[in-house]
């Protein structure tokens, strides 16, 4: 028998929770969003009053322990996700878990484990897979369009940082921030990450370097396949969300560019200008944010593998751990020493 509808229970209704709850409620018909667990009682009320959902709770267990639920999305802070997932998979629930898996590999295997062990999926929130744009990218490289890749060059800023609150329970940028890129290079190149050099400062931003982080980096990526990517991140843009990509083959190149709230442009005595790009995340990547829950459910229903697997969500985990170790020790890390 099919089963037509998938029942949900959210945890976590911060910024990313509420934003699923909105794509959850309206736009995916086979989900019934049923609860929202925040360890904050008034961010949980809040977020099921938001979006009709009919419960809300302070406790997560309450969650897990509901039989009426099939499938959790894990929306909590980083350093909850490791725990969380197996806690449901232990519970027999299915797991849409946000990005990253955890902040240690350690961690990420006992939950990849717990998971494996129970046979319920996992898809890791690497929402940017779903962007139109990107998938485009990956197309021309499967159907050789652009010949043998040879060069990606992605760059990632953010028009402002979150606060240091968060960024101090983050893990840092390359796990927080660049970890979306470092996936994005994998996907788009369909080749593993060999070697790893990473450059980064926090000039201008001293909030974020009394949190301990960097603000701006260069991280170059060495694949296997031979093809070379750089990423160019930061905190803050003052231009605004800044996501473009330009992959250049043997045969050719492909580039994607901002997205823009109009296309409208105004020439006037003193230049040709336009507006800024769509703000931020919510706005710029809406679209994949829904596609990636609507490809889970489904998923999920048709007892299908998911398309962002635990294992896709391990791998830029130790990325992101090389480009740490990189930064501090000053010079190219392998692969292999971290992971
Ligand atoms: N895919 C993306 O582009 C994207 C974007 C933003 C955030 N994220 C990820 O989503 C996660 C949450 O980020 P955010 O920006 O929404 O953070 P946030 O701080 O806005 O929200 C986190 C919420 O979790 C709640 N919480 C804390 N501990 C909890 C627990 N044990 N059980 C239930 N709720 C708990 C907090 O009260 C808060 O409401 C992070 O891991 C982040 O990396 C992903």
Redo the contacts with the bound molecule.
């Keep these: 028998m099919t089963v037509e509808e998938l029942t949900v229970g959210l945890?976590?209704?911060?910024?990313?929770?509420r934003l699923h709850a909105h794509h959850l409620t309206t736009r995916i018909p086979r989900a019934r969003l049923l609860v929202v667990?925040?360890?904050?009682a008034v961010?949980a009320e809040a977020c099921a009053r938001d979006y009709c959902v009919p419960r809300f709770c302070s406790d997560?267990r309450e969650v897990l322990a509901d039989p009426q639920i099939a499938a959790v999305l894990i929306?909590?802070?980083?350093s909850?996700?490791a725990q969380l997932i197996e806690e449901a998979a232990h519970a027999g629930k299915h797991i849409f878990c946000?990005?990253?898996l955890a902040l240690d590999l350690a961690a990420i295997d006992r939950a990849l484990a717990a998971v494996a062990q129970a046979g319920v999926k996992l898809q890791t929130?690497f929402?940017r897979r779903f962007d139109t744009n990107f998938r485009r990218v990956r197309q021309a490289v499967e159907q050789g369009e652009i010949g043998l890749p040879l060069m990606l060059h992605i760059t990632s800023r953010d028009p402002a940082p979150p606060p240091v609150a968060?960024l101090q329970v983050?893990g840092g940028l390359f796990l927080?921030m660049t970890i979306?890129d470092f996936d994005m290079a994998r996907f788009l190149l369909g080749s593993e990450v060999e070697e790893v050099f990473a450059l980064a400062h926090s000039l201008n931003e001293p909030e974020i370097a009394s949190a301990g982080d960097v603000a701006h980096a260069a991280v170059m990526l060495r694949f296997t396949s031979g093809a070379i990517a750089t990423i160019s991140n930061s905190r803050r843009a003052s231009y605004g969300y800044d996501q473009r990509v330009e992959l250049f083959g043997s045969e050719g190149s492909i580039a994607i560019d901002n997205a823009y709230p109009n296309t409208a442009i105004v020439s006037d005595r003193r230049g040709v200008r336009r507006d800024l790009p769509l703000y931020f995340?919510m706005e710029r990547?809406a679209e994949s944010f829904a596609a990636e829950l609507q490809a889970f459910v489904q998923a999920v229903l048709d007892d299908r593998p998911v398309p962002v697997s635990g294992f896709d969500g391990r791998v830029p985990v130790a990325i992101a751990l090389a480009a740490q170790r990189s930064l501090h020790e000053h010079r190219p890390v392998s692969l292999r020493e971290v992971a």
Excluded: L
């Design positions: 945890i976590g209704a911060g910024r990313i929770g667990a925040d360890a904050s961010a997560y929306c909590s802070p980083t909850t996700h946000e990005k990253p929130g929402n968060y983050s927080d979306h995340f990547y």
